[in-house]
């Protein structure tokens, strides 16, 4: 497995991405949209995990628009508010609609990169919701997206997912923590609704006893055997669609 730096162009500035590669050719490409807590090692590990699938995974910094920013601990950052304001700040800062004309370039970056096949999507946390808007706003490329324990899915804002689900082609992995109050039992109802309506094959499944953030090791959430069942379901979703 190789890791490249990557400076990619977008309409707004330039983003810094890692691309991580197999040691063959890679089979297809992955955007792994990031946690509230921006790139780091945590995600470069789940990167090289499926870049050792046979995937070249690209981990592109969604909140370039205001850097320099962080480090971010992810056990402690939102007991502080100095680092909670800022936290709130990027993220908010950084609407769905940036992060929607952030996918076409970083699209193009793997195909400039020789990855220009069918591309899968995976985000955590915020990350989630962006994924499935990937999925909606380029779904000549993007044939499989999945969300762990992504907050806002189907909310009342203009710009969540759930309300462009028509516009989606590819098949959806939703994985919930148990009780999550950024995601909560009636979001899921809509979400799934406006799935089905739009007659997209999709999994909602909850994750029972898990907490926001189980998937990612660095996370105060984090729960190992969760995490193993979350790598089961992302890996057979992108064998089935991705080959």
Not at 45 to 64: C, K, N, S, T, W
Not at 150 to 172: C, E, F, Q, T, W
Not at 189 to 194: D, G, H, I, V, Y
Not at 213 to 220: I, L, M
Request: charged letters at 20%; hydrophobic letters at 45%.
């Amino acid at each position: 497995m190789t890791k490249q730096h990557l400076e990619i162009k977008t309409q707004d500035g330039t983003a810094k991405a890692r691309l991580f590669r197999p040691a063959a050719p890679a089979k297809a490409g992955i955007i792994l949209y990031m946690d509230i807590f921006g790139p780091r090692l945590a995600l470069d590990q789940i990167a090289e995990r499926l870049a050792g699938q046979g995937y070249a995974v690209l981990v592109p910094d969604l909140f370039y628009r205001s850097v320099p920013y962080g480090p971010f601990d992810p056990k402690t950052a939102f007991a502080d508010e100095k680092t909670k304001a800022a936290l709130s700040a990027l993220s908010g800062g950084t609407t769905q609609d940036m992060t929607i004309r952030d996918g076409g370039a970083f699209l193009d970056a793997l195909a400039a990169e020789g990855i220009t096949g069918p591309v899968g999507v995976v985000g955590y946390c915020m990350g989630g919701a962006r994924a499935l808007n990937a999925a909606a706003s380029y779904p000549h490329r993007i044939v499989a997206a999945a969300s762990f324990h992504g907050g806002n899915l189907a909310s009342d804002a203009a710009d969540s997912p759930h309300r462009k689900a028509a516009m989606i082609k590819a098949r959806v992995y939703v994985g919930v923590a148990g009780v999550d109050r950024s995601f909560p039992p009636e979001q899921s109802a809509r979400l799934a609704e406006a799935l089905r309506v739009a007659e997209v094959d999709h999994v909602i499944e909850n994750y029972v006893g898990m907490g926001h953030g189980w998937c990612v090791e660095d996370h105060s959430a984090y729960d190992e055997a969760g995490a193993e069942r979350h790598w089961k379901r992302l890996t057979t979703l992108f064998a089935e669609t991705l080959g």
